[in-house]
């Protein structure tokens, strides 16, 4: 499979044509290449139907981007342990993350603005983590479901003056896997 050419944006780099389909296609070949390279993906749980990711999402208020319907429907997350069977693409089963995702909007609750921009490193309410804890990637659920998400790294890097930086965002998870 020829990868698609990465571009720059106003909202960070870009796949050219990104799309759920592209993504699809770009994930079994990500797999396939893993299978080859880094072995067995026994720990990649089977993924989900449409209903219940969209079902899921719902439960916290959320409409997910058509890639993360892809996304889980390829495979729910991954089994905890160990190093991820997919480099750079390590997530959760949807359950948990809601779970997780529940238990941070009650903790945005608590905090004004400038506490929550900070608690958040960039990814508060609307932006779905696919990992439990603060470093992780987030992908924006703001945004019409149809359009290629932005997907930001919530990892922690701080300026010259010891503030918090937003560390990196690209847009769709087509330009992760590429």
């Not at 080859?36 to 981007?65: C, H, K, M, N, T």
């Amino acid at each position: 499979m020829e990868l698609p050419l990465i571009r720059e944006t106003a909202d960070g780099p870009a796949v050219e044509s990104a799309s759920p389909e592209l993504l699809a296609n770009l994930l079994d070949e990500y797999e396939y290449e893993s299978r080859i390279y880094s072995g067995p993906v026994e720990r990649a749980l089977a993924g989900i139907s449409r209903e219940e990711v969209v079902d899921s999402f719902a439960q916290v208020g959320l409409v997910p981007p058509e890639e993360l319907v892809v996304l889980f429907g390829w495979h729910n997350g991954v089994r905890i342990g160990g190093t991820s069977p997919f480099p750079r693409l390590w997530f959760t089963p949807l359950a948990e993350l809601v779970g997780n995702y529940e238990s941070r909007l009650r903790l945005f609750e608590q905090f004004d603005d400038e506490d929550l921009r900070f608690a958040t490193w960039g990814a508060g309410p609307g932006w779905f983590p696919l990992v439990p804890g603060q470093y992780t990637l987030a992908v924006d659920c703001t945004r019409a479901p149809d359009l290629a998400p932005r997907v930001r790294s919530t990892d922690i890097e701080f300026d010259d003056n010891q503030k918090p930086m937003r560390r990196g965002q690209i847009v769709s998870l087509c330009t992760l896997v590429t």
